[in-house]
């Protein structure tokens, strides 16, 4: 392993054991002793009752550290909460080979959240929606009175757009209120505000409000990621073309766009989770962001630089917070924000859109030269030795034999089993 003082660029780092592990990331993000035994806990159960009903327990899944990202020239570990194997792997091989070329460059907009206020049962929809604006300031001050700290901050309620829909039931109007939300998510912020308005947009319309409620298709809240993979590094300018082919389909046809899309996912839920932000809000806005044109396509676009280098770009909503939300009370969820070492929700969106960035180009390169099946056997013939009762030692052996043999099976890791007992 090659530690470069405070550089994430790590090589044999899954050669280490876990303790091992542990110590580089304590080094590299400044955590404490406590901090580090965290690794190794469960969610205390007082904490787990506190934030769902009805608990029972907690479920546990994988939490890796992602290699090798430079974004905005700083260096990050990237903590990943997920089940999958290979994915950890294939971001940080992605990071490196972006490494070459400078790494990833991001840019994020203000972190602007829409809540929706449906408006119906109008006499005249176009009269209600001049009176709506006519009031826009009054309204933007009532809803900025909701959170005076959010204000104080210099987020709040920011604009007002009113927009006329028609329905099977008629006409009806959806207001949207824009918040600056600055480092929450915004959930709680913006639905609070949009219910605060409802009795004035009801008397300012001599209309009935129904729903009030943020929007997960957060398309002003939105981060880009950019890198350039080095075309001698991945294989020449064929494996670029290979690429381009591969990429190409996403683009036109949805069945692959939807599995093109989840590669770029595997990445960002990982993160998500790991940072204790809401998955579903991100998945719900990637998925309408990437249908925007109408058509459901690619969230990302790849082309050839001048020198014929593999160029890729990732768009997407992401509303993501560093305060309030489980990420608050998650004690994990805390450390993987120190371990990343973010300031503003902001750094963390932009950290994001790179891992997610990462994560599809590594998908597609395997998918375009080897195959996605090499990089997920040798995990796969692990865990099914392991449900055949390997143990030990006797994991690798007998998946490494049915990885010889092109043969993982269950059967057949029995029947290795019991020739090496
Ligand atoms: C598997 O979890 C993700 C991939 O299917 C993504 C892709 O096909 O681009 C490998």
């Given at each position: ?135 826009k300031k009054?309204i933007l001050q009532l809803a900025n ?12 309620a920011k604009?007002l ?261």
């Amino acid at each position: 392993m090659t530690d470069k003082g405070k550089s994430s660029q790590v090589s044999g780092f899954y050669k280490l054991p876990i303790g091992k592990r542990v110590e580089f990331v304590k080094n590299f993000s400044g955590l404490n002793e406590e901090e580090t035994k965290l690794f190794s806990s469960c969610l205390d159960m007082d904490i787990a009752d506190r934030m769902i009903e009805n608990v029972l327990g907690t479920f546990e899944i994988p939490l890796g550290i992602a290699v090798n990202f430079l974004i905005n020239g700083k260096e990050y570990l990237i903590p990943m909460a997920i089940e999958e194997s290979s994915v950890v792997a294939a971001a940080s091989n992605a990071a490196k080979i972006a490494r070459i070329k400078g790494g990833f460059k991001t840019e994020c907009t203000d972190p602007l959240m829409i809540g929706q206020i449906q408006i119906l049962h109008m006499k005249d929809v176009a009269e209600a929606a001049q009176k709506i604006l006519a009031k826009k300031k009054e309204i933007l001050q009532l809803a900025n009175e909701q959170d005076k700290i959010l204000v104080k901050f210099g987020g709040g309620a920011k604009d007002l757009e009113v927009r006329i829909l028609d329905s099977p039931l008629g006409k009806m109007i959806v207001t949207h209120l824009i918040v600056d939300v600055r480092d929450a998510m915004g959930a709680n912020a913006v639905n609070t505000m949009c219910e605060a308005l409802a009795p004035l947009l009801e008397e300012l319309t001599g209309s009935k409000v129904r729903l009030k409620i943020l929007s997960n298709l957060a398309d002003k809240r939105i981060v880009k990621a950019k890198a350039v993979f080095d075309k001698e590094r991945i294989g020449g300018e064929s494996v670029v073309d290979a690429f381009l082919e591969s990429y190409n389909l996403a683009t036109i046809d949805p069945y692959r766009a939807a599995t093109h899309n989840k590669g770029i996912m595997n990445g960002i839920d990982a993160l998500i989770i790991a940072t204790g932000n809401d998955f579903r809000a991100i998945e719900a806005g990637a998925h309408a962001y990437a249908s925007r044109s109408g058509q459901y396509t690619s969230l990302s676009l790849y082309y050839k630089d001048k020198n014929g280098n593999l160029v890729g770009e990732l768009e997407l909503p992401m509303a993501v917070g560093i305060i309030g939300g489980a990420g608050n009370i998650h004690p994990k969820a805390k450390l993987c924000k120190k371990i990343l070492g973010i300031k503003t929700a902001k750094e963390l969106a932009e950290i994001v859109a790179s891992l997610g960035l990462a994560q599809n180009f590594a998908a597609v390169f395997a998918l375009s030269t080897v195959g996605i099946q090499k990089g997920h056997m040798s995990l796969h013939a692990k865990n099914i030795a392991v449900m055949a009762g390997a143990k030990g030692d006797e994991i690798d052996k007998v998946a490494s034999q049915m990885v010889k043999e092109g043969k993982i099976k269950l059967e057949r890791a029995e029947e290795i089993l019991k020739e090496i007992r």
